[in-house]
């Protein structure tokens, strides 16, 4: 926004400009005095500023392969205090990253001819009482022995996993027996009569 108000501030002037952005006339002449006179930032830039140097210090002298926590364990060694989601914020804005071993792991394979599954609750994942909504996910886990997938079911009321299990290949089995955990700890079916009108996985 500021590089666009410099590019035509000749021709249609700041304040008219800023009429039309979302931006004040102070803040943009503030950036601009920043611009010209590095000493008016605020001291947060300067400091991201210089770690940023020993970042990209430490990134380069390992052969641009550490990531954000092996770059934060070789800054707390010489002596840079520095929290690690610093680090991790001043890497992703300068596009700096590790490498990742082995293959990406990809655990959802989308079919653009299969038609998207409709969404019953309408993105309210509240429930009124205890099995009336349930929801289900799988993810990976990274281990010594390589990823692990795991498929939970929770329930929305209590905001609790009712139902999970653990598998090294990503079927539909494993996912579907987090959910026969979960039937059959819970009982949903049993008690006062009122039971859970679908389950979809």
Avoid at 30 to 36: I, Q, T
Avoid at 105 to 129: E, G, H, M, W, Y
Avoid at 154 to 171: L, M, P, Q
């Amino acid at each position: 926004m500021t590089a666009f108000i410099d590019n035509h501030r000749d021709v249609y002037g700041v304040e008219p400009i800023c009429r039309v952005l979302p931006i004040a006339p102070s803040t943009y002449h503030e950036h601009a005095a920043r611009k010209r006179d590095p000493s008016r930032r605020p001291a947060r830039e300067h400091r991201d500023g210089k770690l940023c140097e020993d970042i990209r210090r430490v990134f380069e002298t390992n052969f641009g392969v550490y990531g954000v926590r092996k770059v934060w364990r070789q800054m707390k060694r010489e002596g840079i205090d520095v929290a690690r989601c610093t680090v991790a914020r001043l890497m992703r804005s300068m596009g700096l990253k590790g490498v990742v071993r082995g293959k990406p792991v990809k655990t959802t394979i989308s079919d653009k001819a299969t038609p998207c599954p409709l969404d019953r609750v309408n993105r309210q994942f509240q429930a009124p009482r205890p099995n009336a909504l349930w929801v289900s996910d799988f993810t990976y886990v990274a281990t010594w022995r390589g990823f692990v997938y795991v498929a939970f079911v929770i329930d929305t009321f209590a905001r609790r996993i009712v139902g999970w299990r653990v598998s090294r290949t990503a079927h539909t089995d494993f996912v579907l027996d987090a959910l026969e955990q979960a039937l059959h700890d819970r009982r949903p079916y049993a008690g006062d009569g009122r039971d859970c009108q679908e389950f979809r996985v």
